[in-house]
């Protein structure tokens, strides 16, 4: 039962540690550059074309960087910043984008689930994909 309790306590202070402001801005900020016409200007601007994961690493370590000057944060500060960093990847990726799946499919109507999913999804979730 010890162990339990250490294994519980370990868990509960690293989630205390780590910087929620960044996990949440990100994940805000990725999801609206890749799935809002921001993407598509952006494709326009550069002239090149990016896979999803890139971009969102890209945005992670720019957006990182940033609030690592604005916030005026010492070295002591950077791995906490980028245990954030990792944690808002798996969280977006396992739970939010899992949730979003799973409301569009079951309790969505389709005029607010088009907006939060790609048009390959939402054939996916209604069954027309070859129509």
């Not at 601007?45 to 990182?64: D, S």
């Not at 604005?70 to 944690?87: D, P």
């Not at 607010?112 to 390959?120: A, F, G, N, P, T």
Request: glycine share 6%; hydrophobic share 45%.
């Amino acid at each position: 039962m010890e162990t339990l309790t250490e294994i519980i306590a370990q868990i509960k202070n690293y989630m205390t540690a780590l910087d929620w402001q960044y996990i949440i801005t990100f994940i805000i900020i990725c999801y609206g550059i890749n799935h809002y016409k921001v993407k598509e200007g952006l494709q326009k601007a550069t002239g090149t074309q990016t896979r999803t994961r890139y971009r969102v690493i890209i945005i992670g370590i720019v957006y990182g960087t940033g609030l690592y000057f604005l916030r005026g944060y010492k070295i002591q500060h950077i791995e906490n910043l980028f245990q954030s960093f990792i944690f808002a990847l798996v969280f977006h990726k396992f739970i939010v984008e899992a949730l979003l799946y799973w409301l569009a499919k079951h309790a969505l109507p389709e005029s607010i689930s088009k907006h939060l999913l790609d048009e390959e999804q939402l054939k996916k979730i209604t069954g027309n994909e070859g129509k």
